[in-house]
């Protein structure tokens, strides 16, 4: 069956420093990923997606996810965490609908 | 930037009762979905609608709920008898196309409480 795993609830970095999100995903065909951010009531907003091609995809606010085929991963990344950036993050992989990961909290430390 | 939106943003109703979620998706989308998150769980798909159809619909979309485009704009969830369970944020979402590239937009959500 399809499922998206994030293996890390909740994340505390401190502003400045690097982020990693993991994301792991299990289907059988090629996937198609993508990163959605929901900051406190808000809904969900894009982030990043990839389809094909480049392996390294780039998205908005100076996120990044690289895809890893064996490694069924498409973890996001980001240089430089701001205090903007706390919110929930959601992976999701589409399958004729999108199933999504049970989401990781990011909490950003001044 | 066009968006989706999404009324009302809180609804608050007592068990049993109908409850109507609406939508406005974005205007040259074809397809729209609908989707819910308990709190504290993952954001689940309920169902897709398109050309005045439900296209898929999952498990958790049982006879109590129902969607209709009733005029050019608007996208709407009914729930017949709402059940404590139900209580969730749903959010709506809509997209161009149905294929693997199109990004589907999200609205902001409608957090449903039943009493």
């Known amino acids: 069956a399809q499922s998206v795993t994030q293996p890390d609830i909740h994340i505390t970095v401190s502003e400045g420093a690097s982020l990693e999100l993991r994301c792991n995903y299990s289907y059988g065909a090629t996937p198609y990923l993508f990163w959605y951010v929901q900051s406190p009531g808000q809904g969900l907003q894009l982030l990043l997606k990839?389809?094909?091609?480049?392996?390294l995809v780039q998205g908005i606010k100076g996120f990044e996810a690289e895809f890893k085929r064996s490694q069924s991963s498409f973890n996001l990344r980001k240089p430089s965490v701001h205090w903007s950036d706390a919110a929930e993050y959601f992976c999701a992989v589409f399958t004729g609908k999108l199933i999504f990961g049970q989401g990781t909290t990011l909490q950003v430390k001044p | 930037e066009p968006e989706v939106t999404q009324t009302p943003s809180h609804q608050v109703t007592q068990m049993g009762q109908e409850v109507i979620l609406r939508c406005v998706p974005i205007s040259n989308h074809l397809y729209f979905y609908w989707y819910r998150q308990i709190l504290g769980q993952k954001v689940e798909f309920l169902v897709s609608?398109?050309?005045?159809?439900?296209?898929?619909k999952s498990e958790i979309f049982d006879d109590q709920f129902s969607v209709e485009r009733p005029d050019g704009s608007n996208f709407t969830l009914k729930i017949r008898s709402t059940k404590l369970e139900d209580s969730a944020m749903y959010f709506c979402?809509?997209?161009?196309?149905?294929?693997?590239?199109?990004?589907?937009?999200f609205g902001p959500g409608t957090r449903l409480l039943v009493l």
């Open positions: 979402a809509s997209s161009e196309s149905a294929g693997t590239q199109e990004t589907q937009y």
């Open positions: 609608f398109y050309n005045n159809e439900i296209s898929e």
């Open positions: 990839y389809f094909s091609g480049d392996t």
